[in-house]
């Protein structure tokens, strides 16, 4: 992360933005918030358009006054921080920028403006670079780092200055500004060497006099990165020129002792571990009417209370409470809110929050001086554990953390953390910092594991993830466990594949285990095989086949999924009858082969003119009775999207015709006691005749009679033994395309 370096906002105003208007904005005051970002164009340079084309609403004037992009940082989950300096004659204009908030989706988030209209500084300098060098280095002897040309509005008016920058020894960088008609020197600087008075930790021990690094501006206080304001009392002025060492007791002291701790937080602590500041500045209120809280924080706003008579001392005067609500903004920087499954983004934020004030002061209780009604503190890491579990979420209390609070399960949290930084010190802290940028929204304990293991790959050399599994096991926090296999869905006969387990934990390390097993028209047709173990699967395949992929965890969860292999392509083939007589019920299956798994699905479609074909559902069999011809079609879709497709065209005939039929041709048969058979053949004109045996199955099994025949009645013998016992049908028919069928039983 980029850390942002000083910025100046002078009578910012910050504005809620609405949907896009086509009226004209007035200055600091902004409706529009769709910013449309060509592909490929950066956010940044977006804005800055954007914003160019709207100068005159900024109370800007085109051609005199411009803008740039200054800087351009990417947020947590996609979208920008966006700082636009202003230039007025083409020179930077001290102060005077402004910087946007832009979404992932090219949404403006949020906007800034503190820009400066209407300047009347001279534009030819008087004083050389190097006089101004001389003039702001005076007695020390530094190295100069950068001198350029600036404009500074002062009450005074607006000035044409050097921007001197200088590194002393030691490392401290000083910026001077010189005034470069008069050669005045104007330090905008000087509070950096400001001195106040604070409690370094609590009013357990003495005030002392501290360096206020950092102060850009006195009224309010504000820092790089935040500001100090007082919702009761008012604003702090130096005594003299960088004094601020007030009175204890003074409304003042507290406002100077809360910006002490909140720049010691926001850089010492946490600029050391590589955090590169909120997205938006943090200002932080004292004396606010919090009751019944005692602090509280939404975004990058911190309130802290007043004292609460009997509960709480003065919050600004405690500094592991300060730090803690400071946690909280650094977790909302990242884009977590509380809130989602069972509240655990709540008990998140409460336990990163305090683990972070436990880890810059040392030690596990927090509120200890704060909290009167909490000798021990309000909060504690420190819990022996169990119930201090996540089995026992809802259940456990602390100090002012009731059951089913999110401070009271913050704990459990916490304490896990605590328990890992006893095991591997200092870089826990990063490890809990770094783990925030791989969160969702509303995080559950179960991604947070995921994330500390993704923190530890990525930024640590995996070198702690066996005890960050122990101590979080210890708490009954497990990562979310997700078995999943890549690799080619198609093979053919003998080609080698290769097949990957993903990352079982969102990156994180864990054992797998490889089976597989053959599939035949659909189904299992083997026992499994136990193949490889490892993240990966090398092997050929001679027939369709599934592969099982085992995962555990480092929490000792398993998981498992599975994957399947076409390897020959699928076919599909009917079975059943294709002549039923009329009204009667038949059965009618398809065999696939070769597809693993699949499915099917099965139509009809009655052949007399004028019909559709109608959806059967998913089927492989199906039974009715026929009323009149029909034609039964089956698609199959097998896993890899292969497709095969089947047909099957039946028959349906009249069984056993009345003799006074006008049809032109008539059967009739008679069986005697010697299993010997009689067919009667009546016909109305003379034609060519086919007489032939079918079984239920439909298949040819004899041939009685194919030969012209006269009109008339004929008589045909023929000996039943040569068929099964079972159901047979006789069908006749004429070269004129007219025919018959009867249907008989062979008994034995």
Not at 116 to 143: D, F, H, T, V
Not at 235 to 257: H, K, S, T, Y
Not at 531 to 547: C, N, P, Q
Not at 713 to 729: H, K
Request: aromatic fraction near 10%; proline fraction near 8%.
């Amino acid at each position: 992360m980029i850390r942002p370096r000083p910025v100046v906002f002078a009578a910012c105003v910050t504005a809620l933005l609405a949907p896009l208007a086509l009226a004209q904005p007035s200055p600091g005051h902004w409706p529009g918030r769709f910013l449309p970002v060509p592909g490929g164009e950066r956010s940044g340079d977006a804005v800055c358009r954007w914003m160019c084309d709207r100068l005159s609403a900024f109370g800007l004037e085109s051609g005199t006054d411009s803008l740039r992009v200054e800087r351009e940082e990417a947020l947590p989950g996609g979208g920008a921080r966006v700082l636009i300096q202003q230039l007025w004659h083409g020179l930077p204009v001290v102060g005077a920028d402004a910087r946007a908030i832009v979404g992932a989706d090219g949404q403006l988030r949020s906007l800034l403006s503190g820009f400066k209209p209407n300047l009347a500084a001279p534009l030819a300098p008087q004083i050389a670079p190097e006089r101004a060098r001389s003039l702001a280095a005076g007695l020390r002897s530094p190295a100069f780092e950068a001198t350029t040309l600036a404009i500074v509005r002062r009450a005074s008016g607006d000035h044409l200055v050097w921007d001197v920058v200088q590194q002393l020894e030691g490392g401290e960088r000083v910026r001077t500004r010189v005034d470069a008609v008069t050669g005045e020197t104007l330090d905008e600087d000087a509070g950096a060497h400001a001195v106040g008075r604070v409690y370094p930790t609590d009013p357990r021990q003495p005030a002392e006099e501290r360096e206020l690094p950092g102060l850009l501006a006195v009224t309010p206080l504000r820092g790089r990165d935040f500001r100090i304001d007082d919702a009761s009392y008012p604003l702090a002025i130096a005594a003299a020129p960088g004094d601020f060492r007030f009175a204890v007791g003074d409304p003042a002291f507290d406002q100077v002792n809360v910006y002490w701790h909140v720049d010691h937080y926001l850089h010492d602590f946490m600029g050391a571990l590589g955090y590169g500041g909120s997205p938006d500045s943090v200002v932080v209120r004292v004396h606010f009417l919090a009751d019944p809280d005692v602090a509280r924080t939404n975004g990058s706003i911190v309130l802290l209370g007043i004292p609460i008579r009997g509960f709480c001392r003065e919050p600004s005067w405690s500094h592991d409470v300060i730090y803690h609500e400071l946690g909280h903004t650094v977790i909302y920087g990242f884009g977590v809110q509380p809130g989602g499954d069972n509240r655990e983004g709540n008990a998140l934020h409460e336990g990163i929050a305090d683990y972070f004030a436990a880890a810059i002061t040392g030690d596990p209780a927090i509120g200890e001086w704060a909290y009167i009604t909490f000798p021990n503190g309000v909060t504690r890491l420190d819990r022996p554990c169990p119930p201090w579990d996540k089995a026992h979420y809802d259940q456990v209390a602390f100090g002012g953390g009731g059951p089913s609070s999110p401070w009271a399960n913050g704990m459990i949290l916490g304490s896990a953390l605590w328990d890992l930084r006893l095991r591997i010190g200092a870089s826990s802290d990063s490890l809990v910092l770094e783990s925030l940028v791989y969160l969702p929204t509303w995080p559950t304990w179960a991604q947070f594991a995921n994330a500390m293991y993704l923190a530890d790959r990525d930024h640590h050399g995996g070198r702690f993830w066996p005890v960050i599994g122990e101590v979080l096991r210890r708490r009954g926090i497990r990562g979310a466990v997700s078995a999943s296999i890549s690799g080619p869905s198609r093979l053919s006969p003998g080609e080698t594949g290769e097949f990957r387990a993903l990352p079982c934990c969102g990156g994180t390390p864990g054992a797998y285990h490889w089976r597989v097993r053959g599939w035949c028209r659909g189904m299992p047709c083997e026992s499994w095989r136990d193949v490889a173990d490892g993240d990966r699967l090398t092997t050929a395949f001679t027939d369709d086949s599934e592969i099982e992929l085992s995962v555990l965890s480092p929490f000792g969860d398993p998981d498992t999924t599975h994957a399947y292999v076409s390897v020959l392509a699928p076919t599909l083939e009917f079975e059943g009858p294709s002549n039923v007589a009329k009204n009667a019920f038949g059965t009618w299956k398809v065999r696939p082969t070769g597809a693993a798994p699949f499915r099917v699905f099965m139509y009809r479609k009655w052949l007399p003119p004028g019909y559709q074909e109608e959806i059967l559902g998913q089927l492989t069999s199906v039974t009715f009775a026929a009323p009149m011809s029909f034609r039964l079609r089956a698609v199959l879709t097998d896993h890899a999207g292969r497709t095969a497709e089947a047909e099957r065209e039946v028959e349906v005939f009249t069984d056993h015709p009345p003799k006074s039929s006008t049809s032109p041709v008539l059967l009739t048969q008679f069986m005697d006691a010697e299993r010997r058979a009689e067919v009667h053949i009546e016909l109305r004109d003379a034609a060519n005749v086919r007489l032939k045996v079918f079984d239920i199955r439909g298949r040819e099994r004899l041939v009685l009679v194919d030969e012209q025949e006269p009109r008339g009645e004929r008589i045909v013998r023929w000996d039943t033994q040569v068929l099964e016992p079972g159901v047979y049908f006789l069908r006749a028919t004429t070269s004129s395309g007219h025919g018959a069928k009867l249907r008989f039983i062979v008994l034995r």
